[in-house]
Every structure is written in structure tokens, then in C-alpha cells.
């Protein structure tokens, strides 16, 4: 359920579908009985990281671990907070912080994002 959750908010990137679409696909996953294999120790997902990792042709590497509870109440608090600095409001205006908050609370797992540019710069986002 997780991949299809995943393709529901990548349709949503791509602008295929709105976000009321993707929330009622999603409730509608949420709502079908599927079998859990259990083959390892679940972590639950509250203790879960969100990873980023950058590294550049030149060298720089950037890696970052936050804890997801965190992300969720940064997301809640701080765009609120980013909209009202001038400077600021630009960066947070576009992007969808519900459809994130959702996610989060769907407990997407797994690979988000995985970016190689024409330079040879990564770009690596995970949850994990």
C-alpha cells in the first residue's frame, strides 16, 4: 500500500491530479484489507528518519537525519511562520505542506526522492 500511496502523491507532483483527488485514492488504499508479512522487526514509524543526502562533483556532501515526528510538527509550525517573513514567502509559497503533513500521516516509507544532475551532483531523500 505504501508504493501506490507514493504513486498517488508523484501523480500530485506532477500535476496529473489535484489534491483532493489524491486524498480520496488514498483513504480508498487505506480502506482495502491487505495481508502484513512480517519478516523483521517493524521500527515504528514516530522513530523513523527523514535522511537527505547531497554530494557534488566538487566534493561538498551534505547529510542530514531528522526524526519524522519532528519534520511533522516543523512543517505545522514553521511554513505558517515562513509566509508571514518577506523574505521567506517566495520559498514556502508553492509548496503543498498538506499533501506533506499527509504523507507523513499515511507513513510513506521508502525512497522519495533520488536525483542524479548532468554535472554528476546526487541528491538522495529517504525515509527510513
Same mark, same amino acid.
Not at 523483521?40 to 543526502?53: C, Q, S, T
Not at 547531497?54 to 515562513?82: C, F, H, Q
Given at each position: =500500500?505504501?508504493d %501506490?500511496?507514493?504513486?498517488?502523491?508523484t501523480?500530485v %507532483?506532477?500535476g496529473? $491530479?489535484?489534491?483532493?483527488?489524491?486524498? %480520496?485514492? /488514498?483513504?480508498?488504499? #487505506?480502506?482495502?484489507? #491487505? @495481508?502484513?508479512?512480517?519478516?523483521?522487526k517493524?521500527?515504528p514509524? !514516530?522513530n523513523? =528518519? +527523514?535522511?537527505?543526502?547531497?554530494s557534488s562533483? %566538487? !566534493?561538498?556532501?551534505?547529510?542530514?537525519? +531528522? @526524526?519524522?515526528? +519532528?519534520?511533522? *510538527?516543523? +512543517?505545522?509550525?514553521?511554513?505558517? /511562520? *515562513?509566509?508571514?517573513? @518577506? &523574505? *521567506? &514567502?517566495?520559498?514556502v509559497?508553492? $509548496?503543498?505542506?498538506?499533501?506533506? /503533513?499527509?504523507?507523513i &500521516?499515511?507513513?510513506?516509507?521508502?525512497?522519495?526522492?533520488?536525483?542524479?544532475?548532468?554535472? !554528476?551532483?546526487?541528491?538522495?531523500?529517504?525515509?527510513?
Amino acid at each position: =500500500m505504501k508504493d %501506490e500511496i507514493s504513486r498517488v502523491l508523484t501523480l500530485v %507532483e506532477e500535476g496529473k $491530479i489535484d489534491k483532493e483527488k489524491a486524498s %480520496e485514492l /488514498i483513504h480508498i488504499l #487505506q480502506g482495502k484489507d #491487505q @495481508p502484513e508479512l512480517v519478516t523483521k522487526k517493524e521500527v515504528p514509524y !514516530g522513530n523513523k =528518519m +527523514l535522511k537527505i543526502r547531497v554530494s557534488s562533483e %566538487e !566534493g561538498d556532501n551534505v547529510n542530514v537525519n +531528522l @526524526p519524522i515526528n +519532528l519534520v511533522k *510538527a516543523v +512543517l505545522k509550525v514553521g511554513t505558517n /511562520i *515562513a509566509e508571514k517573513i @518577506p &523574505e *521567506a &514567502e517566495k520559498y514556502v509559497k508553492d $509548496i503543498n505542506v498538506d499533501l506533506l /503533513i499527509e504523507a507523513i &500521516e499515511n507513513e510513506l516509507d521508502g525512497q522519495i526522492v533520488d536525483i542524479t544532475s548532468a554535472n !554528476g551532483d546526487k541528491v538522495f531523500v529517504v525515509i527510513e
